[in-house]
């Protein structure tokens, strides 16, 4: 555990991993220090004087008081921003992609004091948590290495060869503003924004209020690395104060969050004509094909449903099994899910966390006791374990889910799945492109062939072939994001610092002016421009 973060641990129960010392109870709180709290607290632009508490999911006691930012420090937040982006977009760009190189060497080295701040903000599992260092190395490293293949001015074919060179730019928006969820608070903050900066603009970030010091962390990482202070601001404030304002002023907005949230945003940002990407809800499926390997298929499965307790887009809340394999692969899913190791700890033990607030435990059971009620069958789990944090819910299994249950085609966002039978596979495609959403899905088959063949059907942004998510999401060269009403635009790839630019294309035309001369008659000059158009077809020229 780092030493910024002092408490004990957790006892033996083999039902509850312990972290790291065995001989202390799991539910006494964990502190951090007042140092560090004020380190990050200070990269906050708030001049209201008041604050907000932040308390731990993992026992509910209180971690920092964060200061609230004003509309006026929104305003202040853009007005530095733009001082230190115009400055920024000079430096040349090999030293732009050094500096998010030395950032991913610093999170890495930093991984356990990351991983112990998102585990008491969140509190998910640890190798769940693990997660985000690790995503945000590689994105650091991806844009790094290849900050010239996106970036680098493109020569392109003159309309008179030789003579007209043209060279298409990629030169940075401005500022560009950042809202980020809590459901990975650490990697959501910055993996979108990474780019960003490398394109050449400056960032205004909004983190959520529940898990602003994750995201305050890596705001000062970005700093230990060689990032301007300025370059990156963060506010805190709700959505409905704060929002708007940002949007008024950004020259970009990237949002990942609720549909909802996502369609306001999209209005807004229309409004005033500048662009947007969003990721947004998700009803995820896996199909388990009559050829799947079980064993793989139920393992991948677990990581599908269970991960973060289920909180995080594009994890998965329905499942369709072939007849063939359904009872064996549900027999192996529910003995996985039953053996799972349970705790809201700092421990690696640990197999699934909390959910993270009251509201997210009361949207969970909500739904769990509405199907119940209406006729679904509990496979497994289906109830609060208030003994081991005061949100979590038990990973669940339903069979029997039907249209008229609130969970069939709502987003739960919580540690609950539902199976479905199959008997046709294009019946399976059809009710896993049924809804209004498309983030992401998951194949298990023998044949990988077959898998991509029917991939290419389903109406989803990513969709992982015998992989529950994680083979699309840390391929960092591929686009991930949404379709209908998961979203708009993507992250990762080309795509995903592209967004952050505007294309700007520069002629210059040499000798030849593009008009009549010597005295040339418009018409002569017509007519001599159209041989020339045939002559370049016949020589194939573009």
């Known amino acids: 555990m780092s030493e910024a973060i002092s408490g004990p641990g ?31 607290t200070d990269r906050v632009l708030a001049t209201t004087g008041t604050t907000t508490q932040v308390n731990s999911p993992i026992d509910g006691a209180p971690l920092a008081n964060i200061p609230q930012s004003s509309v006026e420090d929104v305003a202040e937040a853009f007005r530095r921003a733009r001082v230190a982006q115009a400055a920024w977009a000079r430096v040349p760009l090999e030293e732009r992609a050094q500096i998010l190189h030395r950032l991913h060497d610093i999170v890495l080295d930093r991984q356990d004091e990351i991983i112990d701040l998102i585990q008491l903000e969140s509190g998910k599992a640890r190798k ?150 969003l990721e947004l809800g998700g009803k995820n499926p896996i199909l388990v094909l009559r050829d799947a390997d079980v064993e793989r298929a139920a393992e991948g499965a677990v990581r599908a449903c269970f991960s973060n307790a289920g909180q995080l887009c594009v994890s998965t809340e329905r499942m369709f099994v072939a007849d063939q394999v359904y009872d064996r692969f549900v027999e192996r899913f529910v003995a996985r899910t039953k053996a799972m190791t349970l705790g809201a700890t700092l421990s690696w033990e640990a197999d699934m966390g909390t959910l993270i607030s009251a509201d997210q435990l009361e949207t969970v059971q909500a739904h769990v006791d509405d199907a119940v009620a209406r006729g679904a069958r509990v496979l497994a789990g289906g109830h609060a374990r208030p003994d081991l944090a005061p949100y979590f819910f038990e990973p669940t299994i339903l069979e029997g889910v039907t249209p008229e249950m609130t969970c069939f085609g709502n987003e739960t966002f919580g540690p609950v799945i539902s199976l479905y039978r199959f008997h046709d596979e294009a019946d399976a495609i059809a009710r896993a492109n049924d809804g209004e959403y498309g983030l992401n899905a998951a194949i298990y088959t023998r044949d990988g062939e077959r898998g991509r063949v029917i991939a290419r059907q389903i109406k989803c942004g990513t969709v992982n072939v015998n992989e529950a998510f994680g083979a699309t999401f840390a391929s960092i060269d591929a686009p991930m994001g949404g379709m209908r009403e998961s979203g708009m635009g993507r992250r990762q790839g080309s795509e995903g610092i592209h967004r952050y630019t505007e294309t700007q294309s520069v002629a210059t035309q040499r000798l030849m002016r593009l008009a009549p001369t010597l005295g040339m008659s418009e018409e002569t000059y017509a007519k001599a421009m159209t041989m020339s158009l045939r002559l370049m077809d016949k020589l194939g020229r573009a």
């Not at 312990?18 to 380190?39: M, N």
């Not at 493109?154 to 990629?170: A, H, Q, S």
Request: a neutral charge; glycine letters at 8%.
């Open 128 to 277: 769940h948590a693990f997660d985000e260092p690790i995503h945000i190395a590689l994105t650091a490293r991806y844009y790094a290495r290849t900050a010239h293949r996106h970036l680098a001015s493109e020569r392109r074919p003159g309309v008179i060869p030789v003579l007209t060179r043209v060279e298409v730019n990629r030169v940075p928006k401005g500022v560009v503003g950042i809202i980020s969820p809590w459901n990975y608070p650490f990697t959501m903050a910055l993996c979108d924004g990474l780019p960003a900066l490398l394109a050449g603009n400056a960032v205004v970030a909004k983190p959520d209020a529940q898990t602003m010091l994750s995201a305050l962390l890596g705001a000062r990482l970005l700093e230990e690395a060689g990032f301007p202070r300025d370059l990156w601001q963060v506010v805190a404030g709700p959505g409905r104060e704060i929002g708007t304002p940002m949007i008024e002023r950004a020259d970009y907005i990237c949002f990942t969050g609720s549909t909802a949230t996502g369609k306001l945003i999209a209005k807004q940002a229309a409004e005033r004509l500048i662009g947007c990407s």
């Open 10 to 40: 957790a006892p033996g129960n083999p039902a509850v991993a312990g972290p790291h010392d065995p001989e202390h109870d799991p539910r006494a709180s964990y502190a951090l220090e007042p140092e560090l709290v004020a380190r990050l």
